[in-house]
């Protein structure tokens, strides 16, 4: 049977490549980002692939990826791959409360959010969740504070949600 992966930040990047690699070997797949321009030659590109416009940092964007699962898959997900984000070097001293807010909602609140949303999805195909961290998230890097914590806090998330999931029949990495 066809399997359904979901991939947070396909616009560009480890997501675009994930999404060809998956659409190329008969997966349905969504992607999301914010750059529609990019998102529509990416639909250009692979015919039938589903790309939804999705900004981590405004509220209840995980409701469009949820409710599209819903309504257009019946429900059905084999994969969540939680990928986008990006990294910003900033010194201590010039750290905002802005960038802070920003890093941890795209790195560990979106995905959370989506996540969540997911489970009962999941939960039914015996499925996987992927969260894409980083070596960042491990090893301490100066000027990396908001992304190698949000990182960091990431990996942290993913063992949670493993031990969590795991009695449903979830795997997470
Ligand atoms: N490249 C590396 O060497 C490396 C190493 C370790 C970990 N990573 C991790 O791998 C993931 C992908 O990185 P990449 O290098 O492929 O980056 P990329 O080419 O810049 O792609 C990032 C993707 O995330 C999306 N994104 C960024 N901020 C977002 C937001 N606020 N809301 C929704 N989507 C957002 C972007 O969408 P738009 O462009 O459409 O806005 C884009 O699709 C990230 O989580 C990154 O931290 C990368």
Redesign the pocket.
Known sequence: MQKNIVI?????????GLAKYFYNKGWRVLT????NA??SKLAAELPGIYTIV????KNAQENKVIDFIKDEWNGKLDVLVN?????ALTPLPEISRDQLE?MY???LI?PSLLAAGCVPFLSATKGQIIN?????GIKAYAQLSA?GSA?SGLNMLTKIWALELAPLGIRVN
């Open positions: 947070t930040g396909g616009s560009s990047g480890i997501g675009e999301t980002g914010r750059n990019k998102l999705y900004d981590s940092l990928n986008a984000g990006h990294v920003e909602q795209v790195h979106a894409v961290s980083s070596s960042h992304y990182k």
